[in-house]
């Protein structure tokens, strides 16, 4: 019997209140190689984020909607901001937003913003070169 290395795709944490968003870009993201987690608000994708550090597998990177029922993503953001352990790099975030405005109010705490409608190909590049 020879000795299996079990290994992982990265993760991208997909948050969006929208099931038809995260089904397409689950599927994106897997076709491309990588693991896809959803979470449909704020406080589920920061449950989320609780476990990933729990388990030591965090997300390479989190795509995150601002406009959400429940937690919103400015939420999110803040709580986990404010509760982020140093100990390991925080994720880079993508925001993805119908609001073309949102683009001028990006956070230092964002990487990059991708305003919809937008081309699945051009979001997966993105995560690419984040992800690294």
Not at 22 to 51: H, I, K, T
Not at 55 to 83: C, K, N, T, W
Not at 87 to 108: E, F, G, N, Q
Request: charged content about 25%; glycine content about 6%.
């Amino acid at each position: 019997m020879g000795c299996e290395v079990q290994l992982h795709q990265p993760i991208v944490l997909i948050v969006d209140d929208s099931a038809a968003v995260r089904d397409m870009l689950s599927w994106a993201l897997e076709l491309d190689g990588y693991e896809p987690v959803e979470a449909a608000e704020g406080q589920e994708a920061f449950a989320r984020m609780v476990n990933a550090a729990r388990e030591g597998r965090y997300p390479a990177v989190i795509l995150l909607d601002l406009v959400m029922p429940g937690m919103d993503g400015d939420a999110f953001l803040r709580q986990l901001h404010s509760q982020w352990d140093g100990r390991h790099p925080r994720p880079p975030i993508v925001l993805i937003t119908a609001d073309a405005s949102d683009k001028r109010r990006m956070h230092s705490t964002v990487e990059h913003v991708i305003v919809k409608p937008f081309h699945v190909r051009n979001l997966l590049d993105v995560v690419r070169t984040l992800a690294g």
